[in-house]
């Protein structure tokens, strides 16, 4: 199983003095004496705990680079010829046809995707207007993450009772999203527990009318809680003045010298761990519910199977609008790189678990599990459709973060560069499919119009607010979402002759590896009953469907 070079990575900037690697150590395999310390334990002997984290903290995101045994790639999608389902009669079996809206817990989508919580991370920050404002002109529920109001040095706090009364970033957060929101999607603030001490539930269902609200048991930089590294002295010490876990201690003597005198660059924020008792979680459900939001959701971490199944059945009996689940290998660059590596479960074995133990809940106990959102690594059309055919009936909708997040970056860089007419440059390839249609690289005509194939439509349709959506990024995740997602995952579904993504199957994809079908096909007691649904190997024939023709 490879995992690249494990004591070298861009992900940490370090890198190997020679070309021959020990696999399972990451050294060189010969260590010279006189190296600088290129590698990660060399340089962890002079900066320490600072190459435990991907780099450079608050201005990228960074996901797993280990090749886990069994991925989405080892599944594959099955045409169909012979059946057509989900189309009007009189309408053309094309894909544009494609019926790729649903709904989640009530809540509709355009798109069966959910723009994943990004909190309080500067990456985040810088680029929230974008993504949100994309996902709202997409249709998508977006999801504000943890410790927003925990972080905002601008928040206006009740020191009595240590509870946030305003929060201008979260206000913005909410804004950025309802001034483009047209009746798809939804805009959803997490909960973390610093976030629930704080009263920001009360505070956004009261003050922000927020309808739906997310409780967050894992995925906090994995299980050890929210990371963020703060560079101000001054704001370690007010963050540690409101209940958070500063390293080291800003207000030690010898660690404000350290930081003075440059030897100490940056402090660690950390949050409470979450530890959620079934008591305590339908609380706070209630609570909630008291406050009138109508939507709220779980997320949670790629934890060991009991806690999964535990999660899954407090989900059902809270009732609850939808729950997400994220798989080891995603990220957004909070969590240490070794634990992004070698914790928690992967995606596809996360999903396989999931559908066991829902059939199992559904067929054993009687327990309707609600609808569940699979994330982690997740970027591409044919993701979605193995992800939402792997955990049919029980998965609706992939949640994303870092290909959204991507796409706001871009489409940034690309609008700042065109105004500085320096596209030769910084373009590469395009420069060349520019000029090929009839575009000049370096003519001052250059515009959005030309460079983004969705620019005209919603020039046509936003009028003078197109201009926002243009300068924050957020037409780069329409483009990605509505033109290419949505256009790929149409094309797909209209090789199984699905022309609604809720008629979407396991019959529809196959395993190509036998190991890929055995972590498919799991169930808690072995023994599966008539309702469960097995995946099968791709040369696999249904003799008996053939029978019936």
């Known amino acids: 199983m490879a995992h690249g070079r494990p004591g070298a990575s861009a992900a940490t900037a370090t890198t190997n003095r020679v070309r021959d690697i020990s696999p399972f150590s990451g050294m060189c395999v010969v260590c010279e004496e006189g190296c600088p310390g290129l590698c990660e334990v060399g340089r962890s002997a002079y900066r320490g705990r600072e190459v435990i984290y991907p780099q450079p903290f608050g201005r990228a995101t960074a996901a797993s680079q280990k090749d886990y045994p069994v991925d989405f790639s080892h599944l594959t999608i099955l045409g169909e010829t012979l059946y057509t389902e989900g189309i009007e009669d009189g309408k053309e079996t094309i894909f544009p046809n494609v019926k790729i809206e649903t709904e989640l817990g009530g809540i509709r989508l355009r798109n069966p995707i959910v723009i994943s919580a990004m909190g309080s991370t500067e990456v985040a920050r810088r680029n929230w207007e974008g993504l949100a404002g994309g996902a709202a002109i997409s249709g998508c529920i977006a999801i504000v993450g943890e410790n927003v109001c925990g972080m905002d040095m601008d928040a206006e706090w009740d020191w009595i009772n240590n509870k946030v009364v ?157 729950m997400t689940f994220d798989g080891a290998g995603g990220g957004t660059g909070m969590s240490p790189w070794r634990m992004m590596n070698e914790w928690g479960i992967p995606t596809y074995y996360l999903e396989s678990l999931i559908h066991g133990l829902c059939c199992f809940f559904e067929c054993e106990r009687m327990l309707i599990v609600p609808p569940l959102v699979i994330a982690g690594g997740i970027t591409l059309e044919d993701h979605v459709v193995k992800a939402l055919s792997l955990g049919a009936p029980y998965v609706r909708a992939v949640g994303m973060s870092r290909a959204p997040l991507a796409a706001v970056m871009v489409a940034k860089t690309l609008v700042k560069q065109m105004k500085e007419k320096n596209w030769s440059v910084s373009l590469g390839g395009l420069s060349r499919s520019l000029g090929e249609s009839g575009v000049n690289s370096r003519d001052s005509r250059v515009s959005p119009e030309s460079i983004f194939v969705t620019a005209q439509v919603l020039k046509e349709k936003y009028g003078q607010d197109y201009n926002r959506l243009v300068e924050t990024g957020a037409i780069g995740v329409y483009t990605y979402i509505q033109d290419r997602l949505a256009t790929g995952i149409r094309q797909l579904l209209c090789g199984l002759r699905k022309f609604d993504i809720g008629l979407l199957s396991r019959d529809d994809v196959a395993a190509l590896t036998k190991e890929a079908e055995d972590v498919a096909n799991y169930y808690p007691k072995g023994v599966k009953p008539a309702g469960f649904k097995p995946l099968r190997f791709v040369t696999d024939v249904d003799l008996e469907r053939i029978a019936k023709l």
């Open 166 to 322: 305003r929060s201008p970033d979260m206000e913005f957060r909410i804004r950025a999203f309802r001034d483009w929101h047209d009746g798809y999607g939804e805009i959803g603030v997490q909960l973390n527990p610093h976030d629930a001490e704080f009263g920001v539930g009360e505070y956004v269902a009261s003050k922000l009318e927020v309808d739906l609200i997310e409780i967050k048991r894992g995925q906090g930089a994995k299980d050890i809680g929210g990371e963020v590294k703060v560079d101000s002295l001054e704001k370690a010490l007010e963050l540690k003045k409101r209940g958070y876990f500063v390293y080291p201690d800003p207000e030690d003597r010898e660690v404000q010298e350290a930081y003075r005198s440059g030897v100490l660059k940056a402090f660690e924020r950390h949050s409470k761990t979450p530890q959620f008792t079934r008591e305590g979680f339908l609380e706070l459900v209630d609570r909630l519910r008291s406050l009138g939001v109508r939507h709220i959701s779980f997320k949670d971490g790629p934890y060991r199977p009991f806690d999964i199944a535990y999660a899954l059945r407090l989900g059902a009996m809270a009732d609850l609008s939808f």
